[in-house]
């Protein structure tokens, strides 16, 4: 009747062993999956930063980008208007000068 207490005992000490070392194996995969992790975490952050800042430069030339048109635009509806201001200067020339001809003509008809 010893032996028996004793066999049960050293299968139940061999059984908890190997609960032991399979624990031990899922603990050591589990570290390694957390560094792992910590590594991708690191790199998505790192991703991240340089998306962001990519949007960032991004967002500024457009912002520059409308300046600059609106700028064109502005200076072609100045120079647009300019343009009809000097047709018009021109247009009045060119009827004062149609006057002092008319004129001329007149006075050397008289």
């Known amino acids: ?3 028996h207490p004793d066999v049960a ?3 139940e000490l061999s059984r908890l062993q190997e609960d032991r070392q399979r624990l031990q194996e899922r603990l050591e995969a589990l570290e390694k999956k957390n560094v792992e992790l910590k590594q991708s975490e690191e790199k998505v952050k790192g991703a991240n930063s340089e998306l962001c800042t990519k949007m960032r430069e991004m967002i500024q030339e457009l912002d520059q980008e409308k300046q600059e048109a609106a700028q064109r635009l502005v ?3 100045e120079m647009k208007q300019e343009e009809q201001e000097a047709a018009q200067r021109l247009v009045c020339g060119f009827v004062v000068v149609r006057y002092v001809n008319v004129c001329v003509l007149a006075s050397l008809e008289r």
Do not use: F, L
């Open 75 to 77: 200076c072609g509806q």
């Open 1 to 3: 009747m010893d032996t």
């Open 9 to 11: 005992s050293q299968k």
